[in-house]
Every structure is written in C-alpha cells, then in structure tokens.
C-alpha cells in the first residue's frame, strides 16, 4: 500500500505491522523518516493518517513529540528561559530577575513528570501532581544526585502546602507546554491547558487573598521603636516604613532607588522600568514625610543608592514587630497600607493603584476594607494616647490626598456654589472626607 505520503506494510521479524512515512522537512529540506509499529492492518493506517495530520499541522518536530520526554523540555526552557534579564536599555527583552522560585517549581515538576513523554501529561495526571504536592510539606528540598536523577527529602516540621504553593508549580507546567506548542513539540490539541475543562487545574478564586495592613497605632510604635542609630541600630528601618507606606513600592523597587531617581523640585520618586517588576517606568508623588526623609538619605547615603546598599529588612522588622507584640505583620503589608489608605481618604481608586504599579485583578482586594479593619485603622495599642494615634492616621491621609494631588479637587468640590445640586454632592461623599 505505498503512496507519495507514506505505507504500511507487515515486518515478518518483528512480527508487527508498520506505517512508515517519509516527508520531506520543510525547514531543512532533507528527508525524514517516521515508523510506529502496530499489531493490526487497521492500526497501522490510523498511525499513519495521524503521522501526516501532526505533520501537516506542526512539521517533524511535532511528529519527534511522541517521543520527547517532560525531561527533555525541562532542560530545554531551563536553557532558554530561566536565565538571568536581559536588558536592553531599560527594557527587558527576555529572561526573568528572580529564578529560585521558578527553578524550584521546575525541579517539583521535573521530580514527578521526568521520563513522561509530553505526549502522556493529561488534565489526570496534572491532578495526580496536585495531590503529590498537596502530601509534601513545606520547606522540603528537592536535590539533584551525580547521575543526574532528583531525590525528595521532606521536612519533617514542614506544614501543608498552601493552594498558593501548588497553583504556582501548576502555572510553570503551563507555561511550559506553552512553550512547547510553540517550539512545536506538541500540538495545541495535546496541551491539556488548551482544553477547557484544564482551567479547575488552577484555583486562583481559592487562594487566600492576604487583607493585612498595619493601624496607624502599630505605625507609630513601630516608627518610634526604630530609634537606635549605628550600623548594629535600627534607625534606617524608620525610612524604609515610611515610605513603603506612603508610596506603595516594592521592596526590589525600593532598595534600588538612586539619588538621581529622585525630583525634589516636582516632588516625585521615578521609578525605573529597569527595577520596576512590571518593566514599566512609573512617577511616584513624595508626601511631606517621603520628602524630609528622602532629603536626609540624599545627603547622608554613600554613593548613589539611596538606602546604600541595603538588600533587606526582615531581621530588623521581625525585632521590631515583636518588641511592640504586633504578630502577624509583613514588610508587604505597608504596600497594601499605602493603597487602602489612599483609597479611604478619598483617591480615586485607578489613581492609587496606578501609583502603586498594579497591574494585575488582585489589586480589586484593596476594594473591600472590611467593617474590622476600618474599627481598628485608628485603635492605639496598649500604652498609647488615643488622641496621638488618631492625629497621627489623620495627617497621613492629609499628607496622601496632598501629595496625590487630591486635595485641591476635594476643595474645589467643597467650595462650589449652590448651582451644585445636593444629590451631585452626596453621589461623592469621599470627596469631602477630611477636607
């Protein structure tokens, strides 16, 4: 049965029936030969109509996928992928700026799906990887033998796995056999991800979105505990805070801020799209407390970093938090302080987030303060003047709606004649808050 396309015939050695198909590369131009080996004449010609369909589709190298292993493309997109920015400029054109968390995330992958063919990775069998991740605790290491092979050893202290933990693997695996549809390993049609019923794989409606941020009592006991100057002190710990919360940066964005990021005339931070983590160049409006503290770094810090070289915060902030008994609070969380904020003293939602560089739906959680957190903005710790908390919180909102602009709106507002229709007025009650 031979034909231009290819042929079956029977191996009397091998005892099989065999479609052979020898298409012509159309990116090489040299010839290629595929063989499957089957039991049945029926067999046969199925394998071989599908040997043309995949060729016809995606050219040999989705036909070499029946053969590639999850193995083969784990090192092929540690390679070409997972490599260090580039930038050119101050755009990055490939690679990413932090690898340890998706590298760790390949190696659980490569762990469980190694020798499977790409092929053979089913909705089933990602679910089966869930189930394997949701059984590992955390903080187990995965390690990488002389010979290559991967061995798992769990810690024993180790607690259960958020849905967080095993969502991000899962999304690597998808980007993964993205990856490979367009190398054109596999189809699109054997891309579990490509089907609908993949997207239950990846709970994101289950995460625990995090609502935390700190009252402007735990603010002032933390600002007024970092008092201790000297290289052994915590002094600096006090601009970190104010401006985490008062601007919204990340902490990447924060530690690489250099003197010239700075426009004390217009009163703005620039942030560089070469540290911002979306890659886009942002302005970031100083309040009065941003700018004094600012104008302090500018003229103490050696050279052109503002915070000098510092890395990270975590030690002097866990001594902190715990000498004031505060628990549960996260350098982060200032971050979600500066958007919340903005929002209750009447910013405009878009205004605050763009700011803060969101770029993502998560930023809608900073829409819903809930009744206790709204109790709890101005409550004082144990120890502190309930008045002082209160004028503290209220001039940070000040400060906020100055800086961002606001407050001249929210006064033009206030100040219109009676042409204003009162229903205009009440449709915008944060307009006037704190005028």
């Known amino acids: 049965m031979k034909s231009a396309t290819g ?3 029977y191996d009397e050695k091998r005892k099989r029936w065999i479609a052979r198909f020898s298409p012509v590369d159309k990116e090489t131009g040299k010839q290629k030969e595929f063989k499957r080996y089957c039991l049945t004449k029926t067999d046969a010609r199925k394998k071989l109509q599908e040997l043309k369909t995949k060729f016809e589709k995606g050219g040999a190298k989705s036909i070499n996928a029946d053969k590639s292993t999850f193995a083969f493309l784990a090192e092929k997109f540690k390679k070409e992928r997972l490599v260090d920015a580039v930038y050119v400029g101050e755009r990055k054109i490939a690679g990413r700026r932090e690898l ?46 002389a010979n290559g092979e991967l061995e798992v050893i769990p810690n024993p202290k180790g607690k259960q796995r958020s849905i967080e933990a095993i969502n991000r693997p ?11 549809v367009d190398e054109r390993m596999i189809s699109p049609e054997q891309n579990p991800f490509f089907h609908k019923s ?34 052994r002190g915590n002094a600096h710990l006090r601009a970190v805070l104010i401006v985490a919360a008062d601007t919204g940066l990340r902490e990447n964005e924060l530690f690489t801020l250099e003197k010239s990021d700075l426009d004390f005339r217009s009163e703005v931070i620039n942030v560089r799209a070469i540290n911002a ?5 942002r ?29 990270e915060v975590k030690r002097s902030f866990g001594t902190a938090c715990r000498a004031i008994k505060v628990s549960d609070l996260h350098k982060h969380d200032f971050r ?56 503290y919180g209220l001039e940070i909102l000040r400060q906020l709606r100055e800086a961002l602009g606001y407050a001249d709106i929210a006064n033009l507002i206030a100040g219109l004649d009676s042409r204003i229709q009162p229903a205009q007025v009440d449709a915008a009650p944060s307009a006037a808050f704190l005028v």
């Open 100 to 145: 340890s968390g998706p590298d760790s995330w390949r190696k659980q992958l490569l762990f469980h799906f190694g020798s499977a063919k790409l092929n053979e990775i089913t909705k089933g069998r990602i679910e089966q990887f869930k189930l394997w991740l949701s059984k590992l605790p955390t903080r187990s290491q995965i390690l990488e033998k």
């Open 336 to 391: 979600h302080a500066f958007v919340s904020r903005s929002i209750l003293a009447g910013i405009p939602p878009a205004v605050a987030l763009k700011a803060s560089g969101h770029a993502s739906d998560e930023w809608k959680r900073y829409l819903n303060m809930t009744p206790d957190q709204l109790q709890n903005l101005f409550k004082p710790l144990e120890g502190q003047d309930a008045d002082e908390v209160k004028r």
């Open 277 to 281: 983590k979306t890659n886009r160049p």
């Open 198 to 231: 993949a997207r239950t794989l990846i709970e994101r409606a289950a995460e625990t979105s995090r609502e935390r941020f700190p009252t402007f009592g735990e603010e002032l006991a933390l600002l007024n505990f970092c008092d201790k100057p000297g290289p």
């Open 283 to 311: 302005p970031i409006p100083m309040t009065r407390r941003v700018k004094e503290e600012m104008a302090q770094l500018n003229e103490t810090s050696p050279g052109d970093l503002i915070f000098g070289g510092l890395k």
């Open 7 to 9: 042929y079956v015939f």
């Open 170 to 180: 899962v999304e690597m695996l998808r980007v993964m056999l993205n990856y490979a």
